[in-house]
């Protein structure tokens, strides 16, 4: 998974045609470290999205714009447009996970 570290670059990924799934965190969120080791299998498994991360705490502009409250969260991004939106408290869980993203498809 690629980190996006600038504003700009979050705003370059998610204008393309192609689905781009954004993985919201923060270093001293402990759902999001139990999130990182169950995550791998399920982003090779889901390779039809291009996965980034990104640390609310680095860019909070960008996680109040899209409604992100509570982390980890998982949104898809497609034409500049947010697609969909798994809360954090329904991404505890690999089933979860896999959940929200076979309903994307």
Known sequence: MKTITT???FNELISG???VLVKFYAGWC???TRMNMFIDPIIEEYNQFDWYELNR???PEIADKYDVMGIPSLLIFQNGEKLAH?????????QQ???FLSAQQ
């Open 57 to 59: 705490d680095e860019l």
């Open 97 to 99: 996970v896999t959940e």
């Open 86 to 94: 798994l809360h954090s408290a329904n991404a505890k869980t690999p």
């Open 7 to 9: 504003a700009d670059q």
């Open 30 to 32: 402990p759902d999001c």
């Open 17 to 19: 045609d192609q689905k």
